[in-house]
């Protein structure tokens, strides 16, 4: 069985790139080849120019990967925890650096408490520190809000917008897509080891952009329709075929299509 086939994509420098699709469709799969840690059976993969087979330290160097599993060192605390994995890079640690990656990520009162004795949402949190300490261009997150309150989603997303707007390229997966909505200026979507769509968030929306109309018909005992429609010219003519059949309309409403429903119609979930 493959988990990927024909996937082909670039990423430009300093994009918030999603990329989406259901359980099983092959992202992590994905996300561990352009980290070196799985190789495909064809194809090559480069990070900021570096191939990850080939030069796979400089590759890896360009790279901070947040992975969906909470794996953790119990001996250690958080700050030493960070020193140790700066010094995987062969960088000397940059305490001020930790100090302000730690203060973002409000992580600063747990500095010196040690990680067994974290909750599952600050080792999270940690996770993320670890994977912004080397100061990679590119930086790949896993579903970096499973299972994080929302007080911190709201201060990660703040980090991780200024990195973005530092230049730094952001990968992100996310069972959350209105995160991806928000965030990503481009997707690609999985579904069962394929690309099936390719293009700007905004184009995504665009293809699905007939608006849903909600009435609520009187005499009808009070019964919701909804009706998909292509645009409002479209919702002029049924409103006149309606009120010529007599119905009387106690109240509308109108929803454009978002990035969940694109999701569904394209990966068939």
Same mark, same amino acid.
């Given at each position: 069985m493959r988990a990927l086939s024909d996937v082909s994509? &670039?990423?430009?420098?300093?994009?918030?790139?999603?990329? =989406?699709?259901?359980?099983?469709?092959?992202?992590t799969t994905l996300i561990n080849v352009i980290a070196g840690l799985a190789r495909a059976d064809a194809g090559s993969v480069r990070v900021m120019g570096a191939h990850t087979v080939d030069d796979y330290r400089r590759a890896r160097r360009m790279l901070g990967v947040v992975p969906q599993e909470l794996v953790f060192d119990p001996f250690f605390?958080? /700050?030493?925890? =960070? /020193?140790? @994995?700066?010094? *995987?890079?062969?960088?000397?640690?940059?305490?001020?650096?930790?100090d302000e990656v730690m203060e973002h990520l409000d992580l600063t009162a747990k500095a010196d408490a040690n990680m067994r004795a974290l909750s599952g949402g600050?080792?999270?949190?940690? =996770?993320?520190?670890?994977?912004l300490v080397h100061k990679p261009p590119v930086i790949?997150? $896993?579903?970096?809000?499973?299972?994080?309150d929302v007080e911190l989603r709201q201060g990660l997303w703040q980090f991780v917008r200024r990195l973005n707007a530092a230049g730094?390229?952001?990968?992100?997966?996310?069972? *959350?897509?209105?995160?991806?909505?928000?965030?990503c200026t481009r997707i690609a979507m999985l579904k069962a080891g394929?690309?099936?769509?390719? $293009?700007?968030?905004?184009?995504?929306?665009? /293809?699905?952009?007939?608006?849903? &109309?909600?009435?609520?018909?009187?005499? /009808? $005992?009070?019964? @919701?329709?909804?009706?998909?429609?292509e645009g409002y010219g479209e919702l002029e003519r049924e409103l006149a075929r309606l009120r010529a @059949?007599?119905?009387?309309? &106690? $109240?509308?409403? =109108?929803d454009r299509p978002d990035l969940e429903e694109v999701f569904l119609r394209l990966t068939g979930s």
């Open positions: 994509l &670039a990423i430009a420098r300093g994009e918030f790139f999603g990329l =989406l699709g259901p359980n099983g469709a092959g992202k605390t958080v /700050r030493e925890t =960070l /020193r140790i @994995q700066a010094g *995987y890079f062969g960088i000397r640690a940059e305490d001020a650096w930790i600050m080792k999270r949190r940690v =996770l993320i520190a670890q994977a790949v997150l $896993d579903e970096p809000t499973a299972g994080v730094h390229t952001i990968v992100l997966t996310t069972h *959350y897509l209105e995160e991806a909505e928000v965030h394929r690309i099936v769509a390719l $293009d700007s968030t905004r184009n995504l929306l665009a /293809r699905f952009a007939g608006s849903r &109309a909600s009435a609520r018909v009187m005499g /009808r $005992d009070g019964k @919701q329709h909804v009706l998909e429609i @059949q007599g119905v009387e309309i &106690a $109240d509308i409403e =109108l």
